[in-house]
C-alpha cells in the first residue's frame, strides 16, 4: 500500500491534448479534476494541456475558461491563474491533415518548454466517429511522440453494438497497443464501486458468504430524475440498455460475481470480470421477452412525457427504462438472479447494490419473523454501505428488531476524490484496471445485442411508466414471480 501511495504522489511529467477542449465534458469534469492533481503536486511544473475543438479561441481565452471551471474551488483563488497558465489552445478540425502539423509543433514547443520528456495522453472528449481519424493523424503526423509514453483515453459511447464497437476498437488500435488504449467507464473509477473488491476480498466475514450457499438475490439499480435532456439525438440511437446497461451495470455485476483474482494486479483482476462476463446466462428471443421489461416515461409528476420532448419523434420505441433478470453462471454464483434496473424519470437519482441473503431454517427462532440480511452498496448519493442484520428487541422476552449497521468508510475526513480525477491519474500511471479492457466490452455488447435483437423482433412489449415513479408495474412483477421485491422502493 505504502508503494502505490508513494508512487502517486510523485510529481508527473505529461502533455494532454483534449479533443473536444471546448465541450462540457472537459469544463464540468475534465479541468476540474486536473485542478485537483494540480493541488496536490501530481502535476506541477513539468505539465501542459492542449484544449482542441473547432471553435477560434485563444490561449487566454481556453484559460478563462479553466478557471471558471474551477471557480468553486477555494484554491483556486491562489492557484488557479497558475494552474491555467499551463493550458494552451488550438482551433482544429478534426478532418483536416494540416491542423495536426500546427498541433505537432505545438506539442513539441511545450514539450520543450515545461519539460515533459515525450509523454503524451489524448483525451478524445467528443463524438467517437472521429476517434479513428484522430488515431490515424496522431501517428501520420508524429504527434505520437518515440520518447515518452503515448496514452490514449476515449469516452463512451464505445460503439452501439458488437460490430460497431469491433470496428471503432480496430480503428484506434490499429494505432495505439491494448496497453496504452484506455476506455473510460466512470462508474469505474467511482470509490464506492472500487470498494466493492475490498469488501469482497479483504474481509473473511464476506468472502465467506459471498456465493450461492448464502447469497438469495441481487439487485442493482442506477435510478436517474432528470428526462432525456439535451441528449435526445443520441438517446434516441442508443436507450436505456445500451446507454446504461452495456457499459455500468455489467462492469458492476463483473466486479461483484467475479472469482477472486490472484492478485491485485491489472492483468488478474481483467482476466476475472471477462470471466464473469463470458459466464452470463445467454436467454433465446422468448426468453428475453420474460426476464427483461422495457418501458418509456408518460407525463406524470408535472413533467412531460418522453414523446412530447423536444426532438423525440412521436412514434418513439427507445427505452427510458430497463430492468431485467441475469445470471452469471461461474461456480459461486449460478442460481442466483441478478435482478437491475436503470431509468430515467424514476423518483430520484441514486445508485445501489442490494445483495439480500437467504432466509434462515431454524427452529430457534420462527424463520418467518426474521428479517433477512442485506448488504447495500450506497453508491450515491450517500457512499455508504449498510447491512440490515436481526437484534434482540430491548426489554423482557425475546423478540427480534431489524437493525441497521452502518460501515464507516472514511474515518479520515479526507474529500473523496471524483472518479474523473482517479481514472486521469491511474492513466497517468499508466494503470488500467479501473477502465474497461475491449474483450470485457465485446462480451457486454454481445449479451446486450441478444436482448435488442429479441426486441427488435418483436420479443417484450414496451411498457409505459408515469415520471416520478419506480417504473412499470412489470418491473415488480419481474420479482414478484420469483417471491421476491425490489428492496429499495424509491424513497
Ligand atoms: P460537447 O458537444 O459539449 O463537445 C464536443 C466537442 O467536440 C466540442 O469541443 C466541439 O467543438 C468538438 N468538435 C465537434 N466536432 C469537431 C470537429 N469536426 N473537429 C474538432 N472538434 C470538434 O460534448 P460533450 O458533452 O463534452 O461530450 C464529449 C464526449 O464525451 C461524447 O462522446 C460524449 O458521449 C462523452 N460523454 C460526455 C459526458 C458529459 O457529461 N458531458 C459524459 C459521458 C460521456
Known amino acids: ?30 479541468y476540474p479534476s486536473l485542478f485537483q492533481l494540480y493541488k496536490k503536486g501530481i502535476l506541477k511544473d513539468n505539465f501542459a494541456i492542449i484544449g482542441t475543438a473547432r471553435r477560434p479561441w485563444s490561449d487566454e481565452h481556453l484559460q478563462e475558461v479553466v478557471k471558471e471551471a474551477i471557480e468553486g474551488d477555494e484554491a483556486a483563488v491562489s492557484l488557479g491563474a497558475e494552474f491555467a497558465s499551463h493550458f494552451y489552445y488550438q482551433s482544429h478540425n478534426v478532418n483536416d491533415t494540416e491542423h495536426y502539423v500546427t498541433l505537432r509543433k505545438l506539442a513539441e514547443k511545450l514539450d520543450e518548454k515545461y519539460q515533459i520528456e515525450g509523454n503524451r495522453l489524448f ?25 515518452g509514453y503515448n496514452r490514449v483515453i476515449v469516452e463512451k459511447p464505445f460503439g452501439r453494438d458488437f460490430e460497431s464497437a469491433k470496428d471503432l476498437n480496430d480503428s484506434i488500435s490499429k494505432y495505439f497497443p ?86 491485485y494486479s491489472e492483468s488478474d483482476i481483467r482476466r476475472e470480470k471477462i470471466y464473469a462476463l463470458k459466464s452470463l446466462k445467454k436467454y433465446s428471443a422468448v426468453k428475453v421477452a420474460e426476464n427483461f421489461v422495457r418501458a ?37 454464483f449460478s442460481g442466483v438472479p441478478i435482478y437491475i434496473r436503470t431509468g430515467k424519470r424514476l423518483t430520484k ?16 427462532f420462527d424463520s418467518k419473523k426474521l428479517g ?20 434482540k428487541k430491548i426489554g423482557q422476552g425475546f423478540d427480534l428488531v431489524p437493525s441497521l449497521m452502518e460501515l464507516q468508510l472514511n474515518n479520515e475526513n479526507v474529500v473523496v476524490p471524483e472518479a474523473y480525477e482517479k481514472l486521469l491519474l ?9 477502465f474497461a479492457h475491449w474483450e470485457e466490452v465485446a462480451y457486454a455488447w454481445k449479451f446486450v445485442d441478444s436482448i435488442r435483437k429479441a426486441w427488435d423482433d418483436g420479443n417484450g412489449n414496451l411498457a409505459e411508466y408515469p415520471c416520478g415513479s419506480m417504473g412499470p408495474r412489470e418491473s415488480e412483477e419481474l420479482l414478484e414471480r420469483d417471491g421476491h421485491q425490489w428492496v429499495f422502493d424509491g424513497e
Open 1 to 30: 500500500m505504502k508503494v502505490v501511495l508513494a508512487i502517486m504522489e510523485i510529481e508527473q511529467k505529461a502533455l494532454f491534448i483534449i479533443f473536444g477542449g471546448t465541450g462540457d465534458l472537459a469544463k464540468r469534469k475534465l
Open 123 to 147: 483525451y478524445l472528449a467528443m463524438s467517437p466517429r472521429f476517434f479513428g481519424t484522430i488515431a490515424q493523424h496522431l501517428k501520420s503526423q508524429k504527434i505520437v511522440t518515440t520518447k
Open 178 to 263: 491494448e496497453e496504452d488504449f484506455f476506455r473510460i467507464d466512470h462508474y469505474l473509477g467511482k470509490e464506492m464501486i472500487q470498494n466493492i473488491m475490498a469488501l469482497r476480498f479483504s474481509n473473511n466475514l464476506f468472502r465467506a458468504v459471498w456465493n450461492n450457499r448464502y447469497i438469495d438475490n441481487i439487485q442493482i439499480t442506477l435510478s436517474e430524475a432528470l428526462g432525456v435532456e439535451e441528449r435526445a439525438g443520441y438517446y434516441e440511437t442508443a436507450g436505456a440498455l445500451r446507454d446504461m446497461v452495456q457499459n455500468h451495470i455489467l462492469q458492476i455485476i463483473s466486479l461483484l460475481t467475479m472469482n477472486m483474482p490472484a492478485s
Open 296 to 332: 418509456q416515461y408518460s407525463a406524470g409528476d408535472g413533467q412531460i412525457g418522453y414523446l412530447q420532448e423536444n426532438e423525440i419523434a412521436n412514434d418513439s420505441t427507445t427505452e427510458t427504462f430497463v430492468a431485467g433478470k441475469l445470471f452469471v453462471n461461474n461456480e459461486n
Open 349 to 364: 437519482k441514486t445508485t445501489r447494490i442490494d445483495i439480500s441473503f437467504k432466509e434462515m431454517e431454524t427452529s430457534f
Open 372 to 391: 433477512r440480511n442485506i448488504l447495500t452498496i450506497n453508491v450515491e448519493p450517500e457512499g455508504k454501505v449498510f447491512l440490515q442484520t436481526n437484534i
Open 426 to 434: 491511474d492513466a497517468l500511471l499508466g494503470d488500467a484496471t479501473n
